[in-house]
């Protein structure tokens, strides 16, 4: 079928259009505002199950809205009563965090607030009717 001086003409109209269209698109994808993820260094002292307690380590968050909504990522270590393991954690800000603490001595799960006026509270994590039992709290140095 054959194209007619007319219909060639509403075709590239239309293409234009879309162009302008993608094109202004695109622009709204390169004129959105990036949020900058940040990485502190977390140094807290408190307690743990009744024991004096340090935590050391390394918090990444990943902002992706400008209400600070993001996500967490923490890794370090923590020392208590003479042992010392690893503590992991992360989830998005809406939330407690899910983790882990693990040592010579064992695994717990964990929920953890991190950034309670400067403090960070550690929940026994497993899942179960009524609240959560807390088993630490610690003051932290963000850097």
Same mark, same amino acid.
């Given at each position: 079928? $054959?194209?007619? =001086?007319?219909?060639? $003409?509403?075709?590239?109209? +239309?293409?234009?259009?879309?162009?302008?269209?993608?094109? /202004?698109? /695109?622009?709204?994808?390169?004129?959105?505002? /990036?949020? =900058?993820?940040?990485? %502190?260094?977390?140094?807290?002292?408190?307690? *743990?199950?009744?024991?004096?307690?340090?935590?050391?380590?390394?918090?990444?968050? +990943? =902002?992706? %809205?400008?209400?600070?909504?993001?996500?967490?990522?923490?890794?370090? $270590?923590?020392?208590?009563?003479?042992?010392?393991?690893?503590?992991?954690?992360?989830?998005?800000? %809406?939330?407690?965090?899910?983790?882990? *603490?693990?040592?010579?001595?064992?695994?717990?799960?964990?929920?953890?607030?991190? %950034?309670?006026?400067?403090?960070?509270? *550690?929940?026994?994590?497993?899942?179960?009717?009524?609240? =959560?039992?807390? *088993?630490?709290?610690?003051?932290?140095?963000? +850097?």
């Amino acid at each position: 079928m $054959r194209s007619t =001086p007319g219909k060639a $003409r509403s075709l590239r109209w +239309r293409d234009r259009i879309a162009g302008l269209g993608v094109a /202004a698109v /695109a622009g709204l994808i390169v004129a959105t505002p /990036a949020y =900058p993820q940040q990485l %502190n260094q977390l140094a807290c002292q408190g307690q *743990i199950y009744g024991l004096q307690a340090v935590i050391t380590g390394q918090r990444l968050y +990943r =902002p992706y %809205n400008a209400l600070g909504d993001g996500e967490v990522a923490f890794d370090g $270590r923590i020392q208590a009563g003479g042992i010392t393991g690893t503590i992991r954690y992360g989830g998005y800000t %809406n939330a407690a965090f899910d983790g882990f *603490i693990q040592s010579t001595a064992g695994s717990v799960q964990i929920s953890v607030l991190d %950034n309670t006026g400067g403090r960070m509270i *550690i929940y026994e994590g497993t899942p179960r009717l009524g609240a =959560p039992e807390q *088993i630490g709290i610690f003051v932290c140095q963000w +850097r």
